[in-house]
């Protein structure tokens, strides 16, 4: 349970510190027989750093408990 609450802590504070991630999607345009076109569509993840701030306290509160 320890080791949960230290995983939580680390992905909290990775979460305070970045609050985006950039992806890129394929999306078909075109679909006529043997002729496909795509096109990459770039697609962004956004959270609150409020949310790494809870991910932090929940894995705080794990590893605190896990020591009694």
């Known amino acids: 349970m320890r080791a949960l609450g230290m995983v939580l802590l680390i992905i909290g504070v990775v979460m305070t510190i970045i609050t985006a991630v950039n992806y890129t999607t394929k999306e078909e345009v075109v679909d006529i027989g043997n002729l496909n ?7 962004q993840l956004n959270w609150s750093p409020i949310v790494g701030i809870v991910v932090i306290g929940i894995g705080g509160l794990i590893v605190w408990k896990s020591k009694k």
């Open 37 to 43: 076109i795509t096109h990459d569509k770039p697609q």
